[in-house]
């Protein structure tokens, strides 16, 4: 039943990328941006580049004028500009025909004798483009019907045989980048689990069924997408990068049950007996964990970044469903397992299940090579604590103190594949078309558009941005419109100027105006994305404000500058710039959860400062292998201090089980390394491959964060068998002496009141 809803929860889930993924809607640049540039004036370009030996020809104009017909009728289609339509008006003005010239050389001749005209669009002698205008507020999905649709035109338009057609633009790549996003998770899912699969084989080959954790993690997924779907979490670009991950937390929980109920079954307990004894013993452990990994990532939703919230929401969830799928249908499936193979029907399971009795009841099983391993390692750790404790502080202190001067990654074109035909089409088509590469926004907000005084300002305002700002290469308004049909000059009156707004055709000054109220100033920035990254474009913001501050507009017009540039530049600034409080308020989420359930500041502390160690640790290694910060890996501090302290917190956990059933504090450790710390190699195996996967991914930005996680989880399982030890048996034997002393006090206490006392 579970099943079969989470399927058809899953059907729910829906795919974000617009500007909510990115900024908060209750912030004022998501207003900005969404209301007064998105909805009103932003449109997206979709370009067909048209390459060959000769473009100036009669059919590839009458091709280009047919493709246009059919693309107007596209929904979402506001404007298309091709060389067709300027042939067509320059022929309707000389000969009063309005179509294509009916041979090559008039279409020659023409578009020589305007070049003006053309130059935007006629390249030169092998290069063509047609410009196709789309709403810049349609949705993902929208954007995709419009192209799927245009690319039926281009086939109805028969373009002569020749010539390269190629269908490109920001919506086009946007696009390929999703797609490439999905196919590409959905091989490094198949990764993950083909590596889960080998490290099960060669770790967790000392029980029984060594597989079954892969399939119930697998099923916790499943549980995961239905609760997305139902609760209506909708699916990022960074939520993609969660599953590998939920799948290398999600087996822990699988691991560590399977583990102790084959430990118990080994003892010579019935199946009934060890799975009672698993549920009594192991599962509060877990959950412990489970709560205090919650509590790391229940740093994220502090974030400002949308994504990242969800990112939190989706991992949060992921770990709950993953814990019930190991709780229910893993243990349940093992006791089943198990009693068959002790009913042994029709000799299934004659030979294993003889062998694994035999050895649980005459104790046969000697510990394995990891056993022995781990125990010679936490002797090994034991001998030498003082030496381990005061490097592992030092070297964290050195890895803090580096983390500072890491350099953060910011060119948000890094972050993709370079080598994607999409990119390098939109780069060869930017490089083209003026125009089409990144923008400043300015919104005017005004008490009437039609003042000659505010045009003037916004005329003289964009030509000082534009001969004064190296990186602002052009500006265009509804002043430029209005000059072109007054000879060159801004009219006088108010009236001059509304009369001319009317005569404006709406396709033309949609991009500029909105009722008398609302202008928009557009500043081409180039590459400058690229090129500045995104410190340089808010060094360009902050100038261009600067200068709208001191040459002021007109009384009564305010000023908004904003744009997707302006989004990226708060985009990226959430999500580096808070990078340690998150990682603080992370270890201090864990360390109160830890106070208030274990009431008891050894328990509360003991696996907080491992994770410490883990932090100031990777600062180190980065700095070391100069590997930079990005938008993904600035959210490692939370993820790491919910991955790594659950290991912690289980070794704990066994630690002190031991210590109640009478055994030593160093008795206790070794026992607690050489069982649970089993169960924790192979989880912790199956999570470093796990997240190892991501390392195969076409994405730089996913790749190193695949690299990071890896590094990190490695070093999480470090400490957990080389500091944890030491440390656990110091603070327990401190905390021993403290309960020594005040029970002395108690004891004097006890003799004052009831007689005298010898001093």
């Given at each position: ?138 949705t993902s999905q929208q954007q995709k019907d419009i192209i799927h649709n245009i690319e039926i035109s281009l086939k109805e338009a028969e373009f002569p045989p020749g010539y390269k057609l190629t269908l490109t633009g920001r919506p086009s790549l946007v696009l390929d980048i999703e797609s490439e996003m999905g196919s590409s998770m959905g091989m490094l899912l198949g990764i993950a689990g083909i590596l889960m699969v080998i490290v099960l084989l060669l770790v967790f080959k000392h029980v029984r069924w060594g597989l079954l954790p ?190 500072r001067s890491i350099p953060i990654q910011t060119d948000t074109n890094s972050m993709i594949p370079q080598d994607m035909p999409s990119l390098i089409n939109y780069k060869n088509m930017q490089s083209l078309l003026s125009g089409s590469g990144d923008h400043l926004n300015i919104i005017l907000k005004v008490d009437d558009a039609s003042n000659p005084e505010l045009l003037e300002w916004m005329d003289e305002f964009s030509q000082h941005e534009v001969e004064n700002r190296g990186h602002i290469y052009s500006a265009s308004s509804i002043v430029n419109l209005v000059k072109e049909r007054n000879g060159g000059t801004i009219p006088a009156t108010s009236g001059e100027i509304q009369a001319i707004y009317d005569e404006i055709p709406e396709s033309q000054k949609q991009e500029y105006i909105e009722g008398n109220q609302l202008l928009h100033i557009n500043l081409d920035i180039g590459t400058a994305m690229a090129d500045l990254e995104i410190t340089g474009i808010e060094e360009l913001r902050d100038i261009v404000l600067t200068d709208v501050q001191w040459m002021q ?207």
């Open positions: 039943m579970l099943v079969l809803l989470s399927l058809q929860g899953a059907q729910y889930i829906e795919m974000a990328s617009g500007t909510e993924t990115q900024v908060s809607k209750d912030s004022q640049l998501y207003k900005d941006y969404n209301h007064l540039f998105l909805n009103t004036f932003s449109t997206e370009s979709i370009v067909l580049m048209v390459e060959g030996n000769e473009v100036k020809t009669e059919a590839l104009a009458k091709a280009s004028d047919r493709l246009e017909q059919q693309a107007m009728m596209v929904p979402g289609v506001t404007k298309v500009s091709s060389a067709a339509s300027i042939l067509k008006q320059i022929n309707y003005a000389e000969s009063g025909r309005s179509n294509v010239p009916d041979s090559d050389r008039e279409v020659r001749e023409m578009m020589e004798s305007y070049p003006e005209y053309f130059e935007s669009l006629v390249i030169d002698e092998t290069h063509m483009l047609t410009v196709i205008q789309i709403e810049g507020s349609s892969l399939p119930v993690v697998l099923l916790g997924v499943l549980f995961t997408f239905g609760v997305m779907g139902y609760l209506e979490v909708p699916m990022t670009m960074v939520s993609m990068a969660a599953f590998p991950i939920l799948i290398g937390l999600g087996i822990d929980y699988s691991i560590q049950f399977h583990n102790r109920m084959e430990e118990e079954i080994q003892r010579g307990n019935t199946s009934s007996q060890a799975l009672v004894s698993t549920i009594k013993n192991t599962a509060p452990a877990v959950l412990v964990a489970l709560i205090m990994t919650a509590l790391g990532f229940v740093a994220l939703f502090t974030s400002v970044v949308p994504m990242i919230q969800d990112f939190g929401k989706l991992l949060l969830i992921g770990v709950i469903m993953c814990y019930l799928s190991s709780l229910f249908f893993g243990l349940v499936t093992l006791y089943s397992f198990d009693w068959i193979s002790r009913k042994n029907p029709y000799g299934l399971f004659k030979k294993k299940g003889e062998e694994k009795g035999k050895a649980g009841k005459n104790g046969k099983n000697g510990p394995g090579a990891i056993e022995n391993i781990l125990k010679k390692l936490t002797g090994l750790t034991l001998k030498y604590s003082t030496l381990i404790l005061v490097i592992s502080f030092l070297t964290c202190c050195a890895g803090l103190y580096a983390d507009p007109p009384p009564g017009v305010s000023v908004t500058v904003t744009g997707s540039s302006v989004v990226t530049i708060d985009m990226v600034s959430g999500l580096t710039t808070g990078r340690s409080q998150m990682t603080l308020l992370g270890v201090l989420l864990v360390f109160v959860g830890l106070l208030v359930v274990y009431r008891d500041i050894v328990k509360a502390l003991s696996p907080i400062i491992p994770m410490l160690v883990v932090i100031g640790w990777s600062g180190l290694v980065m700095s070391a292998l100069n590997i930079s910060y990005n938008p993904m890996t600035a959210v490692m501090g939370s993820l790491i201090l919910g991955v790594g302290s659950e290991y912690s917190i289980l070794m704990m956990e066994r630690y002190f089980e031991e210590r109640d059933a009478g055994m030593s504090s160093v008795d206790a450790i070794y026992q607690a390394s050489s069982t649970t710390g089993t169960a924790l190699i192979a989880s912790g195996a199956t999570t470093v491959f796990g997240f190892s996967a991501l390392i195969a991914s076409p994405f730089p930005m996913m790749s190193s964060f695949g690299l990071i996680t890896v590094i990190d989880v490695l070093l999480a399982m470090v400490v957990t068998f080389v500091i944890f030890p030491p440390l656990i048996v110091l603070m327990d034997s401190y905390r021993g002496k403290k309960l020594g002393i005040f029970e002395r006090l108690q004891d004097l206490r006890k003799k004052h009141l009831t007689g005298p006392i010898n001093t």
